[in-house]
């Protein structure tokens, strides 16, 4: 089976992508001559009727995003293209960036619940961190008591864990179970997230790069995955199956695995999805022009899988050729 569509790329909307030249019209001429039958776009977005999300965010909202489909209008023949959104799901306050209202002005979504480098949102900060935090913050308000609460949130928000790691004697939390659980929590928080649970039934969504942990380093990935026991993931899949979420192959995340698959992580995953009966949808969770290109890692984990026509998302169907 041949992959022709990917429904994961973020044009020069989402403010990660560094590519300039990264535009819907460059995104669509580029899918063509790579043979794909379906583009979906899905910039990073929050629902802006939704309350509570990160500045980054912020300016990443459906109204803002609409833009990009009128685009669409000037597709080359042959391509199909979807408007969607990669939303997110806040595990550390059970919050979800959608509204099904909002989700019903798109074609189809994916929410990610491994964004886990967006601490103290989707995970928590390790304990050792939380402590220097706290202490690095009572000294400030000690040494300059003239400063305004927010001022010193905002002083605070600022120091990221690599700053705050040099003032810890010694990190003794055991990071990989650490990261690893709290994809695993999340995940799990996901799939009984009420809303979320609406907008499965209401557009085809997929869970995003499902167990991809996003800010771990790459040459960390598989062994973090290896904490993982095939049972949790079993429950994870079936669940996301009684609910009618997809299960997304993220290429991006599957070449950061290694492309050798028999050594790759993730396959074990999917394989785990595929035996609880979830479908899946394929995306090159492309950034750039260029890495659109990763899409193509699709077939090989098409033919390493077996998968056939039938383990694909049903809207997704043109998007595959057996
Ligand atoms: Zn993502
Ligand atoms: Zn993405």
């Given at each position: ?9 973020h044009n020069v909307f989402s403010h990660?992508c ?25 910039n990073h ?15 990443q909202?459906?109204?803002l995003a609409?833009e990009a ?254």
């Amino acid at each position: 089976m041949i992959v022709v569509h990917d429904v994961h790329t973020h044009n020069v909307f989402s403010h990660c992508c560094t590519d300039r030249t990264a535009s819907t019209a460059a995104y669509m001429q580029k899918e063509t001559e790579l043979g794909m039958k379906v583009f979906g776009l899905s910039n990073h977005i929050w629902d802006e009727s939704v309350k509570g999300c990160s500045y980054w965010y912020s300016h990443q909202t459906i109204s803002l995003a609409e833009e990009a489909k009128a685009s669409f209008a000037n597709a080359p023949a042959g391509l199909k293209c979807l408007f969607g959104a990669e939303s997110e799901y806040y595990g550390c306050f059970d919050r979800l960036g959608m509204s099904v209202e909002g989700a019903k002005r798109f074609d189809y979504l994916i929410i990610p619940h491994s964004h886990l480098h967006m601490r103290n949102e989707v995970m928590s900060d390790f304990p050792e961190i939380i402590e220097i935090r706290k202490r690095i913050e009572a000294e400030i308000r000690e040494a300059c008591p003239y400063l305004e609460d927010d001022t010193v949130k905002v002083m605070m928000s600022s120091l990221k864990e690599a700053h705050l790691k040099k003032y810890v004697p010694e990190m003794t939390t055991d990071l990989g179970r650490f990261n690893v659980r709290a994809a695993i929590d999340n995940f799990l928080a996901l799939v009984e997230n009420e809303t979320f649970r609406q907008i499965c039934k209401t557009v085809p969504t997929s869970i995003a790069h499902p167990f991809g942990l996003c800010g771990v380093s790459n040459s960390l990935k598989n062994g973090y995955l290896q904490l993982i026991d095939d049972a949790t993931l079993h429950d994870c899949f079936a669940r996301a199956k009684k609910i009618g979420a997809y299960v997304e192959i993220n290429t991006g995340a599957v070449k950061e695995c290694g492309l050798d698959l028999a050594h790759n992580g993730l396959m074990r995953v999917f394989a785990i999805a595929k035996e609880e009966g979830c479908q899946f949808t394929f995306g090159s969770d492309s950034h750039s022009v260029k890495a659109l290109e990763v899409i193509k890692v699709g077939n090989d984990v098409c033919k390493y899988l077996g998968l056939t026509p039938s383990d694909i998302a049903e809207y997704l169907r043109d998007g595959v050729i057996e």
